[in-house]
Every structure is written in C-alpha cells, then in structure tokens.
T-cell receptor
Framework: DQQVKQNSPSLSVQEGRISILNCDYT??????FLWYKKYPAEGPTFLIS?????DKNEDGRFTVFLNKSAKHLSLHIVPSQPGDSAVYFC???????????FGQGTRLTINP | GAGVSQTPSNKVTEKGKYVELRCDPI?????LYWYRQSLGQGPEFLIY????????DSGLPNDRFFAVRPEGSVSTLKIQRTERGDSAVYLC?????????????FGPGTRLTVL
C-alpha cells in the first residue's frame, strides 16, 4: 500500500525554466510534508517542508504547494539550475509519529 | 560540524551470514532512525530511537532484524541469517528529537549485497 506516490519517475527541464515535481498521498493523518534531494552515493538532504495547515511555503528558489482536498503537493523550482539535477523524494509524517513515509522519487535532469 | 556517518560504506556477504551496520549520529541529536532503500524505491522506515530506547520498531520486517543504541549515541543495525532480499542501501538519520517536525539528517548509507 503506497501511501505517498510520485508518479513521474523522471523529468527533464531546460536550465532557467521552472521545474514542477508532483506528489500524491492517500493518508489523511499526515501532518507534515517534506521534500528531500538526493545525489548519487549520498544520503537524502532536506529541502523544504510544509505543515498540513498551510497551502504554500517558499524558500528562495523552492516553493511547495499543498492541496489538501486533492491530497496533492508539488515542488516548484525556479529558475532551474544544473546543480538541481538529482533525485527528489516527497515524504510525509503521520501525526503523532516521527517516522517519514517516502515516495518512490523523481529523477530531475536540468539541461543546459 | 560532522554529519551522520555510517560504516561500512559497502558490505558484501553470503546468504545465511550475520552482519552489523553502524551509525554515528550528529552530536547532540537524541533521535535516530534507520531506513532501507531498495533499487528504484524511496527510503522505507525500519526503526526509530529516542535516546537509548526504540520508540517505534514497526518497520522491522521480521525478527532477523534488530537494532540497538546502548548509550544513546551510536547505533548498530544487526541482521541475522541474511537473505538475498535483504540487499539494499541502509540509511541512518538523526534529528534533535524536539517536539514538532524535526529535520532528519541522513548519512550516506551502507550498501548491503547478499550473494
């Protein structure tokens, strides 16, 4: 039972344009959502999070949008840079717990 | 400061053998987590420690898997009678363990291959 789903295994975007990564979830008990970025041979690195009571959180080039009615969140990166090429994981935390539930990941490639 | 470190970085073993994977969390982090990442998948939760005690071990797949954190710092994940299906990258993370959402800092992982 995949509670957090990233349906696009890969995404290719031109440098300078906007990258939009999507994530869907099924569990209404998630209270925080997080995005992690992973380079090869490294552990995931935290990027940005959003509480379930918010619908938007922005940090520099990164913005996360949450649509609770659709159980959908997205990460926007603008402008995209070559160093953004990595695998991006969406994760969610169940209310009252500390463990994270991860999606399968989306490989983002930024083309010069 | 130093991040989360994991040793070894790679471990190759034979089916049926016993393995230990070590995690050194960030100094001062009271919470420690183990995850397992199979090829093409996201990390999957195994166990969470708050201090020395396992606060949530609901992700351990069976009784061949066990983890300890005797002094509230370093943790060891132990796998008995390894099977080929145990092959994966085992990730350790730590956080401050405070109330509310705490950013989890991940180590580079240990790649376990069971032949």
């Amino acid at each position: 039972d995949q509670q957090v789903k990233q349906n696009s295994p890969s995404l290719s975007v031109q440098e300078g344009r906007i990258s939009i990564l999507n994530c869907d979830y099924t569990n209404s008990m998630f209270d925080y959502f997080l995005w992690y970025k992973k380079y090869p041979a490294e552990g995931p690195t935290f990027l940005i999070s959003i509480s379930s009571i918010k619908d938007k959180n922005e940090d520099g080039r990164f913005t996360v949008f949450l649509n609770k009615s659709a159980k959908h969140l997205s990460l926007h990166i603008v402008p995209s840079q070559p160093g953004d090429s990595a695998v991006y994981f969406c994760a969610a935390r169940i209310q009252g717990a500390q463990k994270l539930v991860f999606g399968q990941g989306t490989r983002l490639t930024i083309n010069p | 400061g130093a991040g989360v470190s994991q040793t070894p970085s790679n471990k190759v073993t034979e089916k049926g053998k016993y393995v230990e994977l070590r995690c050194d969390p960030i100094s001062g982090h009271t919470a420690l987590y183990w995850y397992r990442q199979s090829l093409g998948q996201g990390p999957e939760f195994l166990i969470y420690f708050q201090g020395t005690g396992a606060a949530d071990d609901s992700g351990l797949p069976n009784d061949r898997f066990f983890a300890v954190r005797p002094e509230g710092s370093v943790s060891t994940l132990k796998i008995q009678r390894t099977e080929r299906g145990d092959s994966a990258v085992y990730l350790c993370a730590s956080s401050r363990g405070l109330a509310g959402v705490n950013e989890q800092f991940f180590g580079p992982g240990t790649r376990l291959t069971v032949l």
